[in-house]
């Protein structure tokens, strides 16, 4: 595994593998567009580029005051995303981390699969290839979508 991208969100700390991560940077305007799944909130203009923007409350399903956003340009296979939350992100190096344990936590839409020890205690690894994966399947037809 490598360092992770840790964000605060509902008393728990969750970390995004550093390798899928492109950039971070602060919030921008997220253009509302109708009839999306409801854990997209809409699309971004960064740099040049349209990505959609995926709000990690809304994976959750529960609502975060959204008092001070924070993207992150998230590069999965050949797809490219924003991750919107409300937290500022650090990063925990890999030889912080002590202990590293599989853990399969499946809502319907966030997916966890790995719990970190580390000196700022647990961390929530978000397995974000099989949450895009699970919304492409609820978005397209499933034979649209290879596994």
């Known amino acids: 595994m490598s360092d ?9 700390l969750y970390g995004i593998p550093l390798d899928y991560v492109i950039e971070t940077f602060e919030e921008q305007k997220v253009t509302p567009v109708p009839c999306l ?10 740099n ?5 923007v995926i709000s990690f ?3 959750c399903e529960r609502e975060i005051p959204l008092t001070r956003k ?4 998230v590069e999965l296979e050949q797809d490219q995303f924003i991750l919107q939350m ?7 190096y890999e030889d912080e981390i002590t202990v590293r344990t599989k853990y399969q936590k499946n809502d319907r839409l966030l997916k966890v699969d790995e719990l970190c ?8 690894v978000v397995d974000i290839k099989n949450i ?9 037809d499933d034979r649209y979508v290879q596994d």
Request: some cysteine; aromatic content about 12%; hydrophobic content about 40%.
């Open 117 to 124: 020890q580390s000196k700022y205690g647990i961390v929530y």
């Open 132 to 140: 895009i994966h699970d919304l492409s399947r609820e978005l397209l």
């Open 86 to 92: 409300n937290d500022v992100p650090t990063v925990i």
């Open 37 to 46: 799944h409801y854990a997209f909130t809409g699309l971004c203009s960064h």
């Open 57 to 59: 409350s809304h994976l």
């Open 48 to 52: 040049g580029m349209i990505y959609p």
């Open 70 to 73: 924070c993207m992150i340009l």
């Open 4 to 12: 992770l991208l840790c964000f605060s969100a509902f008393n728990r």
